[in-house]
């Protein structure tokens, strides 16, 4: 009898098992703020609805663009571009996608209401030519503008409308703050703001399945040692992010696995290469010597990535020598190699510029907006100590660290950069372009770095159709930037995940959980 | 009676109005909430727009009074991070923290009231005096590595209440219960020990104390004389006259339990408003942090006088006092 009971008993517990095997939950550290796709531009949200809406183009696992609502598209000569949408699809309530819901779409994530619309600049006019064909049109040639509209997503112009959602709303609430009409292979089952967020598979998507969940469900947990434990409890079956410190615990854990990569954050010193005097340190008011491209470079010297990869990164890291990873379209593949670590040249480097006894200034860096960021700093701070320049470390949560960049308060400070597009072309606009508020360039770059070549370079890769040309280009801009250090790159961030043995998924660079992916065994 | 009730209201309200002037010129040190509702991508004409929209270009005295002017209406604004309304973010947000402060200052009460009377009876036993030392351990350890030993030893290695969460809970009206579904109240459980043992030991070393102060009064050798039972003289007599100090501090404690739930809901990601509060510092969602703030103060300043005009109803020294303090 006893048996036939703990017999019982443990069928129970396997029969709960398979019945719970498809169902994933997964956590992150924040939650995704709203369910509107235009609302905001920030990789928790886009990542999140990625799963629930698509674009007329997606990225696949390698990063490369492919087709999703638009089986095809090719330029008007260079006027711009044609998109062939695809016509089995629907959304989840049941209506037809058209060219209309693409024109709604555009106007609603280019209209001054939406954090979107940044997007859109390059576009002079969109055409609905027929049912499933529609014409973006260009201020001028635009060979990127595929690859950057794959976080573009569609919704749908009677849902919207007839749910008064037809304009994002950050000041007040709306429809699609908290409901969502995609056409994605998930529907959005549940939205409790902060607290748990469930998904379900979408019967009527266009694609094939590759997943085998019947249920998702999301919970943020902002702190990373209860995501561990609930990882480890196996109270959820995935995290993302795994604390770097806590990865090589949670690989010799039985259970669970670690999976990590690199993402497309490149983290870089920056400079001021304008300002007159140093702000900080012991010499403030004295003249800034970061205005001597001998003294970037000798930082560049002085720095030992490797150590910092090492150690605070726990090999988990790439170094990088340009302002994009490798990963990213544009990349220059010949300028792969950074400043040899070289603290004997630094010295050198410093003495012909006239600082042989150093220096002392202020390092400016954020404390939670990147991983290990304060460690990495304090890193270069007593590297920088070894070749006789004394940086100070002043170390802020980011809520107060761009509001400081922003008041031009620094003599060096850590920057992050992940180019929206993926493409080189990114960075060079934010960072390296000269500052102009008109025309929108440089908006990121901080330092003022300025160079004549690089703003005339930019419009022509803007609008250079040949890849060949446009790559040549981008060489030269990135090897302008290299020879002036006008950062010092220093590694690619990684990308650490962590999931139960039983999940198979893809990890892509952006960091988005992509859930038409996963299997749960 | 009436006039002393009226000044410790409008004693209030002031500290009230001061608490929000204080929060209000602290705020612009929290941080820019532009750049988190921005993204990376925004333009300098548009940071501009959005600061002049949400008022953050004006001086934070004008904040204020606007906050001031909408609270009233019963408008506590929009959240930045969010884009719903605070007050309803904060009602879906309240019975969470309300139901754990509720159960750890039930669970303070019983067994710290329980443990102090048994220390201070067998005040030398080998039990009591473990108790006493493991409770050394309640009043010296920060909540959050008491919460994360917890989650460790009965959520990852022996695997018996889940890691985080609130459960399943059951909608009541507007009102989201956790005691009604069995995973609720597992949830509970960690959370619950883990925000109430500092309160636990609190109370239990205050029963012990004045339980042994009792016990030396002349009455209770009487009652001894007398021949009464020592459950009569312990339970009826003696703990009955502890019990005036006790209540007084945990009426106060019941609102440091709600505010110190900050600590205990990060931890165990509880859904309450300590957690909402510090997503709002972490997103600088000024509107989030501002409504929290009044409504804490409100539920201190609230207790305080409640237990100010307890003290009145129980002590009848003090309405004389105030008779001749109100003469003079």
């Known amino acids: 009898m006893h048996k036939l009971i703990s017999m019982t008993a443990l069928m129970a517990v396997l029969a709960a098992g398979a019945a719970q095997a498809e169902t994933f939950r997964w956590a992150s550290t924040t939650d995704p703020q709203t369910m509107d796709p235009h609302a905001v531009n920030s990789a928790p949200v886009l990542g999140f609805l990625n799963n629930i809406y698509e674009g007329l183009v997606r990225r696949d696992k390698t990063m490369a663009v492919e087709g999703t609502l638009a089986e095809s598209w090719e330029p008007i000569d260079d006027k711009g571009w044609r998109f062939n949408l695809r016509k089995d699809v629907k959304f989840h309530d049941g209506s037809d996608f058209t060219a209309e819901d693409v024109l709604f779409s555009y106007q609603r994530a280019s209209s001054e209401a939406a954090d979107t619309s940044s997007w859109f600049a390059p576009v002079s006019e969109v055409i609905v030519v027929d049912d499933h064909t529609i014409d973006f049109m260009m201020k001028a040639p635009n060979p990127i503008f595929p690859d950057s509209i794959a976080n573009f997503m569609i919704l749908d112009k009677g849902w919207a409308e007839s749910n008064n959602a037809a304009l994002p709303s950050k000041e007040e609430e709306n429809h699609a703050t908290l409901n969502a009409n995609g056409t994605g292979a998930f529907k959005l089952a549940e939205r ?296 010092v790159p220093l590694y690619v961030q990684p990308l650490v995940w962590g999931a139960r043995d039983n999940v198979e998924l893809t990890q892509r660079p952006d960091n988005f959980v992509i859930l038409r992916w996963i299997n749960v065994n | 009676m009436l006039a002393f009730g009226l000044r410790r209201v409008f004693q209030s309200l002031i500290v009230l109005l001061v608490v929000g002037l204080v929060a209000f010129s602290m705020f612009r040190f929290v941080g820019d909430p532009i750049d988190n509702m921005l993204g990376q991508e925004a333009t300098a004409a548009d940071i501009e727009r959005l600061r002049g929209e949400l008022g953050l270009d004006q001086p934070f005295l004008v904040q204020y009074y606007r906050f001031l002017e909408g609270a009233v209406q019963g408008n506590f604004g929009i959240s930045y991070r969010q884009g719903r309304p605070v007050f309803e973010i904060i009602l879906e947000r309240a019975p969470a923290t309300l139901e754990l402060a509720g159960v750890s200052a039930l669970l303070a009460i019983t067994i710290g009231v329980a443990l102090g009377v048994f220390t201070a009876i067998r005040r030398n036993g080998l039990a009591a005096n473990t108790i006493m030392v493991v409770s050394l351990i309640g009043v010296s350890l920060p909540t959050f590595l008491i919460g994360i030993l917890l989650i460790y030893l009965f959520s990852v290695e022996l695997d018996i209440l889940p890691s985080f969460g609130r459960g399943d809970v059951v909608m009541i009206g507007g009102w989201s219960t956790g005691f009604l579904t069995v995973s609720g109240l597992k949830a509970l459980i960690l959370p619950a020990i883990t925000l109430g043992l500092y309160q636990m030991t609190l109370i239990m070393r205050l029963v012990r104390s004045e339980m042994l102060e009792v016990l030396r009064q002349d009455y209770i050798r009487f009652a001894r004389a007398r021949g009464l039972s020592q459950r009569a003289i312990y339970f009826h007599h003696a703990l009955k006259n502890t019990l005036v100090p006790v209540i007084t501090i945990t009426g106060l404690q019941l609102g440091s339990i709600i505010a110190f739930a900050i600590v205990t809901e990060t931890v165990f990601q509880w859904p309450g408003i300590g957690l909402l509060f510090v997503n709002a510092i972490q997103f600088v969602d000024i509107p989030v942090m501002a409504a929290y703030l009044m409504l804490i103060s409100v539920v201190f300043v609230a207790i305080n006088l409640i237990v100010d005009l307890l003290y009145f109803a129980v002590d009848p020294r003090l309405s004389g006092e105030d008779a001749v303090a109100g003469n003079g």
């Open chain 1, 192 to 487: 409790q703001p902060g607290l748990k967020t469930v998904l379900e598979p979408f019967d009527g998507w266009w694609g094939d399945k590759e997943h085998n969940i019947t249920r998702a469900e999301f919970t943020p947990i902002q702190n990373p040692a209860t995501a561990v434990a609930a990882l480890l409890s196996g109270d959820v079956d995935m995290i993302n992010p795994v604390p770097i410190q806590d990865a090589a615990r949670l690989k010799e854990r039985d259970g669970v696995k670690v999976i990590d990569g690199i993402e497309a954050r490149v983290i870089m010193l920056g400079f001021p290469h304008q300002a007159d005097e140093l702000k900080y340190g012991n010499d403030a008011g004295k003249p800034n010597p970061f205005k001597d491209p001998k003294v970037r470079a000798a930082v560049g010297h002085a720095v030992n990535v490797d150590a910092i990869l090492q150690t605070i990164m726990r090999g988990a890291a790439q170094p990088a020598s340009q302002l994009v990873s490798p990963a990213m379209r544009g990349y220059s593949s010949a300028l792969a190699d950074r400043p040899a670590f070289d603290p004997e040249m630094a010295k050198k480097l410093l003495a012909e510029a006239g600082y042989k006894d150093g220096f002392s200034f202020g390092l400016k860096c954020p404390n939670d907006r990147y991983l290990n960021d304060e460690a990495v700093c304090q890193g270069v701070v007593a590297m920088l100590s070894q070749v006789g320049i004394d940086a100070q470390l002043d170390a802020m949560p980011v809520r107060n660290y761009w509001p400081e960049l922003r008041a031009d308060n620094f003599d060096m400070y850590l920057l992050g950069w992940s180019p929206g597009t993926f493409d080189a072309e990114h960075p060079l606009r934010f960072l390296a372009s000269t500052p102009n508020k008109e025309k929108k360039l440089g908006s990121w770059n901080f330092g003022d770095f300025s160079n004549a070549r690089v703003d005339e370079l930019l419009p022509m890769i803007q609008s250079e159709i040949d890849d060949g040309k446009r790559q040549a280009m981008l060489d030269e801009s990135a090897k302008i930037l290299q020879d002036e250090t006008a950062y």
